[in-house]
């Protein structure tokens, strides 16, 4: 479970479902995944421009860049999120059989040689720059999960906020592959978010009943997205995780 997704424009990801963010959380083969780039021994750098790629605080309410509610996209409402959680189906997880991680192609190509891992860390980060190849060298990322604040890409991963291998066993392993793509690539809902590596890797591929941001600030967002994500896709929560979930929308302050 770990990530990097490239930066990029075209956010062609929510074409290949009606409503379209291992994933985060699965073993750490994220943050080298299928086209990850590393910010090490980049040159020739230039600023990040990115016109095209989701706009920082489109979806925000609360605190500053980076906050998570500010960059998430289409998070909902801890109102909304409520509703949502009631609809959802609680089934027992699915079998892990058959599943692999390519099943979900992730880190796809958004157009200017910028990948989705590349366009969340722009679009998380402040004072980001590229190199040709559209590689973040520098910047700044907070990582809302444990509040803390890194100035290089190889600190961070991107996490899926519902992990792939989670996503299989809440009905994913009956979606095409393209289904499973636009999951894994999600620029349009909550689904992909800037975290330190430590916090992304230590999730792996757990729900919220298993595992919660160190950071109980983060708690109501993660909640909220969690939720919203679940619900867009048509996924199935368990029991403990609904009760978890209902935990931390508690938490919510509006």
């Not at 392993?173 to 393209?178: A, F, G, P, V």
Request: glycine fraction near 10%.
């Amino acid at each position: 479970m770990t990530h990097q997704a490239r930066a990029g424009a075209c956010v062609t990801v929510a074409c290949a479902v009606a409503m379209t963010l291992g994933g985060c959380g699965d073993s750490g083969a994220d943050r080298a995944g299928p086209g990850a780039k590393s910010a090490s021994g980049s040159t020739s750098t230039t600023a990040s421009t990115s016109a095209s790629a989701p706009a920082p605080g489109s979806s925000a309410t609360g605190e500053g860049k980076g906050s998570g509610r500010e960059v998430l996209p289409g998070l909902p409402s801890a109102g909304e999120a409520r509703q949502a959680l009631g609809k959802l189906a609680v089934a027992a997880p699915r079998p892990m059989s058959g599943y692999s991680r390519a099943a979900f192609p992730h880190w796809a190509q958004q157009g200017n040689k910028c990948d989705t891992r590349e366009t969340v860390l722009e679009r998380d980060g402040q004072g980001v720059t590229r190199d040709a190849e559209c590689r973040a060298v520098s910047g700044t990322w907070r990582s809302f999960y444990d509040d803390k604040t890194f100035t290089a890409a190889s600190q961070v991963d991107i996490d899926h906020i519902v992990p792939l291998a989670n996503a299989w066993r809440s009905g994913a392993d009956t979606w095409t592959n393209d289904k499973r793509k636009a999951f894994a690539n999600d620029l349009t809902h909550p689904q992909l978010l800037t975290v330190s590596a430590a916090t992304n890797r230590s999730k792996g591929d757990q729900s919220p009943d298993q595992w919660q941001p160190p950071a109980k600030s983060a708690w109501c967002v993660y909640g909220r997205a969690w939720t919203s994500v679940k619900s867009t896709y048509g996924l199935t929560v368990t029991e403990e995780e609904r009760k978890m979930l209902t935990t931390m929308l508690g938490t919510c302050t509006a």
